[in-house]
């Protein structure tokens, strides 16, 4: 099952820390995905958690690209990548909007709790959520799963 991170945190939530770069390489050293978010400002990426923050470096992405998947905060974020990567092969993201489930533009099923389909990676499991058969999960809390 592919644990995934969400963004950086591993057991718990660090609102300080989360969605820097710093934070993220952590855990991707420690043999996780992370899922990160990201916006468009001044027509730059940024990372960020409830706006644009700190402003992404893209070898850093490239370097890490195997390991992320990007939450595109808005439409902007997914044009930005048509343009760095026109067929979009070498990023991996999704963006939703209020969706219960949402495919990356690699084919997989991004589930909200309590929406889960088999195979699908589950965001956020709850207790009593089955993940049994599923693709992965992404929590703040993703150790447990181990």
Known sequence: MKLISNRGNIN?????????????QEAINKG????LDLWV??????LGT?????????DWLERNRSRIWIHCQSIEVISKFVELDSRGGNIHFFWHDGNKISLTNRGYMWCESGE??????VYQPVEGDNIEGFFGVCSDFIELYK
Do not use: A, C, M
Not at 15 to 24: A, C, D, F, G, P
């Open 32 to 35: 996780y995905d992370v899922k």
């Open 50 to 58: 409830d706006g644009p923050k700190d402003l992404l470096d893209i």
């Open 41 to 46: 400002k001044d027509g730059k990426l940024h």
């Open 12 to 24: 718990g939530v660090n609102s300080e820390l989360e969605n820097t770069q710093r934070y993220i």
């Open 116 to 121: 889960v389909v088999p195979g699908g990676i």
